[in-house]
């Protein structure tokens, strides 16, 4: 990785866009956003995850339903059970088929209520634009460490850094956008939460930020405050401070603790 000063070579129109830009920064920049990206897909990954498991299993329990219906028809017919002289069985023998032919409606009607299949085909693009912009991300960096490496006088052309930097920040605009949408739309917030609180504690990407930002001085970070900002507007988990139900009564005992020990002293 470069360290030294990447001079941009641009026309006077353009000179107050780009100049004396550090590599090592934009790369820290780039670095950040794929960061950023991995945890926004994780949490729709497991999102997603979830969504396939409810799916499954109304699938499952309408095939195990129809199975059991086409089964006891069966045996019901053979056996002539609509003809018994006895009142329970030739009531059960009409009954059960329409408590299963309705249950089976009922849990039809539930998953189009849900819509799950929709959820998981917009879940799924936002997926893949995460995927396809972390890529763009990896690729900006290896062409940008490169290029000042390659370069004798640590010069970058105007021309070749755009065409280094644009797809990445364009497709990481497009899987911010896509990614608020789908959540805005489709994820009512408490289930937002849970999500993205699972894919923060496996990256804990905003708690290293705030340590960094505490504790190292802006050359020293390894990550992009203004990224991590901008990512925690619409992504931030809630804190993992979890509180239980004799939270309360821990809280009274230990004031009464400290008001035992107040009042010896």
């Known amino acids: 990785m470069a360290t030294s000063e990447v001079c941009i070579t641009i026309d006077d129109d353009d000179s107050l866009v780009l100049k004396n830009l550090e590599g090592k920064e934009v790369i820290k920049k780039l670095k950040t956003q794929e960061l950023g ?14 969504l396939r498991w409810w799916h499954d299993l109304y699938n499952k329990l309408i095939i195990g339903i129809s199975i059991f219906t086409t089964a006891f028809e069966s045996i019901k017919t053979e056996f002539r059970w609509e003809e018994e002289n006895v009142v329970f069985i030739t009531r059960a023998s009409i009954l059960l088929p329409i408590l299963t032919t309705t249950s089976i409606a009922l849990i039809s009607a539930w998953m189009q209520y849900q819509k799950h299949v929709d959820k998981m085909e917009d879940t799924t693009k936002s997926i893949e634009k995460c995927h396809y912009a972390i890529n763009k991300q990896r690729i900006a960096v290896e062409s940008l460490e490169i290029g000042t490496k390659d370069s004798s006088d640590n010069e970058i052309n105007y021309l070749e850094l755009k065409k280094i930097l644009e797809p ?3 497709s990481f605009r497009e899987a911010l956008s896509m990614s608020e949408m789908l959540w805005l739309s489709k994820v009512n917030p408490v289930i937002k ?7 923060d504690d496996i990256h804990r990407i905003f708690e290293e930020a705030d340590n960094e930002k ?15 900002k901008l990512i925690k507007h619409s992504f ?6 979890k ?4 939270s309360p009564l821990c809280n009274l005992c230990l004031k009464s603790k400290d008001d035992e020990n107040s009042s010896s002293k």
Not at 194 to 199: A, H, T, V
Not at 214 to 228: F, G, N, R, V, W
Request: charged share 30%; aromatic share 14%.
């Open 37 to 50: 990206l991995i945890y926004i897909r994780d949490a729709l990954s497991f999102y997603h995850q979830n």
């Open 168 to 170: 990445g920040a364009k």
């Open 193 to 199: 939460k849970k999500y993205l609180n699972l894919s």
């Open 214 to 228: 505490t504790s190292k001085s802006k050359k020293d970070q390894h990550l992009d405050q203004e990224i991590i």
């Open 236 to 241: 931030k988990a809630d804190s993992h401070d």
């Open 243 to 246: 509180k239980y139900w004799f």
